[in-house]
């Protein structure tokens, strides 16, 4: 059974950063795109970057040129590295595959707040 584990969230001040890691077990990663979706509280989960096979890459329009995201596919792993922060970046992170989705993880909190 694919198990979704997210990690890298935190407190950090408007205009700071961080980097999310989303690892997997299972083989996920080699046959599907993956994405990082968000939660923020009273909304529904949205998707916020996806990464194909091919490593071509969306964005919402809301992180275009804040958000990167990349994958290793030897180490199952998926990022998110988000620069720029904004107080509305404020959500549970999770990562899955859009077009296949499996159980979702625990997500990971980040908060942008001064």
């Known amino acids: 059974q694919v198990r979704l584990v997210e990690s890298g969230g935190g407190l950090v001040q408007p205009g700071g950063s961080l980097r999310l890691s989303c690892a997997a077990s299972?083989?996920?990663?080699?046959?599907?795109?993956m994405a990082w979706f968000r939660q923020a509280p009273g909304k529904q989960r949205e998707l916020v970057a996806l990464?194909?096979?091919?490593?071509?890459?969306k964005y919402v329009d809301s992180v275009k040129g804040r958000f990167t995201i990349s994958r290793d596919n030897a180490r199952n792993m998926v990022y998110l590295q988000m620069n720029s922060l904004k107080p509305e970046d404020t959500a549970v992170y999770y990562c899955?595959?859009?077009?296949?989705?499996?159980?979702w993880g625990q997500g990971t909190q980040v908060t942008v707040s001064s």
């Open positions: 299972g083989s996920i990663f080699s046959i599907n795109s």
């Open positions: 990464i194909t096979t091919s490593i071509n890459t």
């Open positions: 899955n595959a859009p077009d296949n989705p499996v159980p």
